[in-house]
């Protein structure tokens, strides 16, 4: 199961997996993201996505997640590009 729980917003989508400590919780994995992203509010990062998927399809998870973001985000940078007399 995927679960997309934060979007993060990148000026130039350059992706960086970053691991932490490791931490042993017996919360699901629902809850162990709600808890992260309520720590990520806190912290005010707008810049970190979180990414849950089974570990032998976290390649694809990423990917997915990359892909969503650039199909959101072509239709603004197409009307910039042509705002800015890239397109006709």
């Known amino acids: 199961e995927f679960l997309l729980a934060r979007s993060a917003s990148f000026s130039n989508l350059k992706l960086h997996n970053e691991s932490g400590p490791e931490r042993i919780v017996t919360d699901t994995i629902e809850e162990a993201v709600s808890r992260l992203n309520t720590q990520l509010d806190h912290e005010e990062e707008d810049r970190v996505a979180i990414l849950s998927a089974p570990r032998e399809l976290a390649g694809l998870a990423v990917f997915r997640y990359v892909t969503e973001r650039v199909i959101s985000s072509a ?14």
Not at 75 to 88: A, V, W
């Open 75 to 88: 239709p603004g940078n197409i009307q910039e590009l042509r705002e800015r007399g890239f397109l006709s």
